[in-house]
């Protein structure tokens, strides 16, 4: 009969655990979840002027909805669809509705083209809809959910 402590163990050893590039894919990972948020917060007041209605007071209750409701259908039919696509998905929704945001703040508005601040204001609540829906499903991805 054979003892544990008779089979020899192994000489490999395990690698890091943390590497240079996940180091690297973090930080990545961090600027384009934080980048689009940064953008509104910090044109806030530009916005607020464009669309009127207490913009600022609306965005993180309507950004915060998006989250909570992306998260809710991941956590349902996220599992059909594998990495890839989804975090692919979340990273082509913030950057389109972060560019779509900056262009309705230029084009529609107080002292814009078409001078509407309610159609302005409610399609920037759209977008920041969207920004949040996307950053939820982006980051869920990356995280496991």
């Known amino acids: 009969m054979v003892a544990v402590k008779d089979i020899p ?3 490999t050893k395990p690698g890091p655990k943390v590497t240079a590039s996940l180091l690297a894919q973090m ?3 961090g600027f384009v979840a934080l980048a689009p948020w940064n953008f509104v917060l910090s044109e806030l007041s530009y916005l607020d002027a464009k669309f009127e209605n207490h913009f600022g007071a609306n965005v993180p209750i309507f950004y ?3 989250v909570n409701i992306a998260q809710l259908l991941l956590i ?3 599992n ?3 990495f890839a696509p989804r975090f692919d998905w979340g990273c082509i929704i913030l950057s389109i509705f972060n560019i779509l945001l900056a262009i ?3 084009t529609i ?3 814009n083209a078409v001078e509407n601040p309610n159609l302005g204001f409610g399609l920037g609540l759209v977008c920041v809809f969207l920004l949040g829906f996307g950053h939820a499903v982006m980051e ?4 496991g959910l």
């Open 27 to 29: 930080a990545v990972l």
């Open 9 to 11: 163990a192994d000489d």
């Open 140 to 143: 869920s991805s990356a995280f």
């Open 80 to 82: 059909k669809f594998t």
């Open 109 to 111: 508005g107080n002292d």
């Open 104 to 106: 309705v703040a230029m």
């Open 64 to 66: 915060g909805a998006a």
């Open 76 to 78: 349902w039919v996220g």
